[in-house]
């Protein structure tokens, strides 16, 4: 199959009320090499919740170590300091669950989404290899 009939076999797209018509006529740019910009947003609410979470890790350790200190406790064996950190992990865990729900939410829906784009690009490509190996028969 050559470029020409690949390009002639790109559906057009019909104008919708209230769209102009001249826009459309224009083949669409490819998917694969440009980055659109919910690929960013992916990015930047993965990276955000991400940071978020560590944030409220870190304050949560901060105060389950002024709690500690304030009550004089022991810190001194790596029990202790164990047993600290995973306080601070379970605290943190607790109110990230309900803080954090809708930058979890954009992260999700990001990750779906790309693994959409994902998926249909791999069934895109799939359809053009079996397209090739039934033109070259």
């Not at 930047?44 to 560590?54: C, N, Q």
């Not at 992260?107 to 959409?116: I, K, P, Q, Y």
Request: net charge negative; proline share 4%.
């Amino acid at each position: 199959m050559t470029t020409k009939q690949r390009a002639a076999q790109v559906p057009t797209a019909k104008p919708s009320p209230g769209t102009d018509a001249s826009t459309l006529d224009a083949p669409a740019a490819d998917s694969a090499a440009v980055p659109d910009a919910s690929t960013f947003q992916t990015r930047h609410a993965a990276m955000r919740y991400t940071t978020l979470r560590l944030a409220l890790f870190l304050c949560a350790l901060v105060l389950v170590w002024g709690v500690a200190k304030i009550f004089d406790m022991d810190l001194s064996s790596q029990l202790s300091k164990l047993s600290l950190l995973a306080v601070a992990l379970l605290l943190s865990s607790a109110v990230s669950f309900v803080v954090l729900s809708k930058q979890r939410d954009a992260m999700s829906a990001g990750l779906v989404a790309r693994s959409e784009r994902l998926s249909k690009r791999l069934n895109n490509a799939a359809t053009f290899e079996d397209d090739d190996e039934d033109d070259d028969e």
